[in-house]
């Protein structure tokens, strides 16, 4: 078990059942008081911030946490088939962990997974990613005094709002973590 002086901003630590990610951490010495440190970290469950105090000296269970690039490779039931490129070793990744963005993911796509031991704890898919507009309505002329969205059906299924001017064939480039249009990709 490691203590608090052992943890720095980026370490992953078990706090309540869950795993989590330092994102701040502070040594506070307050005048004539005992010395503790406040820690911001983010819960890599459901992604909600979340702040604590630990005395100092505090026993905390800090994990090795191990981060590697694969290339995802296809859908086989609740598990995504990812390879390392490096080693050529095929690992089963859960699709829950990439949450919402599970729906901008296309096949061979380089995601971040993390790994305790051999167990995949998160994942991340790109920051943004380029897809296909299959549907979209034809936007209304004369109907460009202000910004105008429109829905439109990427392939692999996500509905997202683009502008006015895109038309079925674009590709678009969309962040992963909002899920918003950023913009178009001109090839």
């Not at 290339?71 to 095929?90: A, I």
């Not at 936007?139 to 079925?168: C, H, Q, R, W, Y």
Request: glycine letters at 8%; a negative charge; hydrophobic letters at 35%.
């Amino acid at each position: 078990m490691a203590s608090t002086s052992d943890v720095n901003i980026g370490s992953y630590i078990r706090f309540n059942g869950d795993i989590c990610q330092i994102m701040e951490w502070q040594h506070r010495t307050p005048g004539n008081l005992r010395a503790f440190y406040q820690g911001k970290m983010r819960n890599l469950r459901n992604g909600k911030l979340n702040e604590h105090r630990w005395r100092s000296g505090e026993g905390m269970d800090v994990l090795r946490v191990e981060i590697h690039e694969l290339q995802y490779l296809y859908r086989e039931g609740d598990n995504l088939v990812c390879m390392d490129q490096t080693t050529f070793e095929q690992k089963h990744v859960p699709a829950e962990l990439f949450g919402d963005a599970m729906r901008f993911m296309k096949e061979e796509m380089v995601v971040q997974v993390g790994f305790e031991s051999d167990t995949p704890i998160f994942a991340r898919p790109p920051k943004m990613v380029e897809l296909e507009v299959t549907y979209t309505e034809h936007a209304v002329k004369g109907d460009t005094s202000n910004k105008v969205m429109k829905a439109a059906t990427l392939a692999g299924g996500a509905e997202i709002s683009v502008p006015s001017f895109v038309d079925i064939g674009t590709i678009v480039r969309v962040d992963t973590e909002t899920g918003e249009y950023m913009d178009r990709v001109k090839k």
